[in-house]
């Protein structure tokens, strides 16, 4: 499986972005995909996930009733909402996918720089 993330940028506090990843290759084999996040001087963490075949969502305490995450499975692709965005959600934004049978999150993508201004 490979992933690609688009979106991101440079918003004011307040404002909104939206992020997407699609997924290639052998997809059949996921059940969930997420985003994850690291912003500079920290450890990446994680900020939101899918599972593919149900759709239930589960999300970081700091970002629940802003983010908003959601996919397309005949697109195989995975959106990001982020709404009433902070400085603190500035970081670079990861998605990554978990197989069948994996117990963590196996394959990443590209990082997109998100930048919050005050």
């Known amino acids: 499986v490979q992933l690609q993330a688009f979106g991101g940028g440079l918003v004011q506090a307040g404002g909104s972005l939206s992020l997407s990843c699609a997924a290639s290759?052998?997809?059949?084999?996921?059940?969930?995909m997420g985003w994850f996040r690291q912003a500079p001087g920290k450890e990446r963490e994680f900020v939101a996930t899918?599972?593919?075949?149900?759709?239930?969502?589960y999300y970081a305490d700091s970002v629940k009733g802003r983010f908003t995450i959601s996919r397309d499975n005949a697109k195989s692709s995975v959106f990001l909402q982020m709404n009433s965005l902070q400085p603190e959600d500035t970081a670079v934004y990861y998605c990554?996918?978990?197989?069948?049978?994996?117990?963590?999150?196996?394959?990443w993508g590209q990082g997109t720089q998100v930048t919050v201004s005050s």
């Open positions: 899918v599972r593919w075949s149900a759709g239930s969502t």
């Open positions: 990554a996918a978990k197989s069948v049978g994996s117990t963590r999150y196996d394959t």
């Open positions: 290759g052998r997809t059949f084999g996921v059940v969930a």
